[in-house]
């Protein structure tokens, strides 16, 4: 335990120190590990060195800034200490097969690395990462279907979304996601006596789709990997059962967003999903 325990704060170390050049036997040595049986218990558990390790992560987030689009290339290359950006080009194409400017369209078929964690949870450490962010209405483009109140589950959501997945909805809106909130958006609101449920993605663009407005906003995001059926009412069911009574905040419930941020395969095992809770 005492090793996993370590190799976790390593990571934590690699993580803090992402966009550096980092000495790796020096800091083991810094640290009283010596580094050639540590880096081998480290490869074995991890699947890769330390250096591999810290090189994927640091891609992986380029790039998802690459794919959230706030900054330019060149801003994002310096950032992470790249000074030549046409060199940096050149490795981003030799590492993730793509070159930096295809990523917004072809993110989904790269091979991304999200922190790996060893650490064991305690049972009030909360379950799902939040953060809480006032959001101002945006605008949603997709396929809009009216249910029955009493007739609506949450698994008739789900049927819809794999459906236009099926029948490659889903990759056609994902050429409209040019706005503010990357990744496919579940939106259900109450409309005169019927749910209405519009899947979709944020776009400033003019589509042949329909449309609809979100709702001005604080919202806590609740984010956990899993499949879309399973995580997203898993994570209502922590917010109903265990959150909103340890925080005592009042909770808007007139609508609805969860978001499918990556990969879009709604079927996957480690989807990166957030339910985008409105508070009063």
């Not at 991890?46 to 390790?53: A, I, L, Q, R, S």
């Not at 650490?119 to 990462?129: A, G, L, M, R, T």
């Not at 953060?131 to 589950?153: A, C, H, K, L, W």
Request: proline share 3%; with cysteine; net charge negative.
């Amino acid at each position: 335990m005492e090793t996993v325990n370590f190799i976790e704060k390593f990571i934590i170390y690699i993580e803090d120190h992402l966009r550096e050049q980092i000495d790796y036997n020096e800091a083991l040595y810094d640290l009283g590990v010596e580094p050639k049986s540590f880096i081998t218990i480290f490869t074995s558990l991890v699947g890769m060195t330390p250096y591999e390790y810290q090189q994927k992560r640091r891609m992986t987030e380029i790039a998802f800034e690459l794919y959230e689009g706030h900054r330019r290339l060149i801003d994002i290359a310096k950032y992470y200490g790249y000074r030549n950006v046409d060199e940096f080009k050149d490795l981003y194409r030799r590492t993730m097969g793509i070159s930096p400017y295809d990523t917004e369209r072809q993110i989904r078929q790269l091979d991304l690395l999200e922190r790996i964690t060893f650490e064991i949870v305690p049972v009030d450490s909360p379950k799902y990462p939040t953060r809480t962010v006032y959001m101002d209405s945006f605008r949603i483009v997709g396929i809009t279907q009216y249910f029955s109140i009493n007739d609506y589950s949450r698994e008739k959501k789900i049927a819809e979304l794999k459906k236009l997945e099926k029948d490659g909805v889903l990759d056609e809106l994902l050429n409209y996601n040019t706005g503010q909130v990357k990744g496919i958006i579940l939106h259900e609101r109450v409309i005169r006596d019927e749910m209405e449920l519009m899947i979709g993605v944020s776009s400033l663009d003019a589509t042949p789709f329909n449309e609809t407005y979100t709702e001005s906003s604080d919202f806590t995001i609740f984010e956990g990997m899993g499949r879309a059926d399973e995580l997203i009412e898993d994570i209502y069911q922590y917010i109903f059962r265990r959150w909103r009574f340890k925080m005592n905040r009042d909770l808007n419930c007139n609508f609805s967003i969860e978001v499918i941020k990556s990969p879009f395969n709604v079927d996957y095992s480690e989807s990166k999903i957030q339910v985008w809770q409105s508070l009063e």
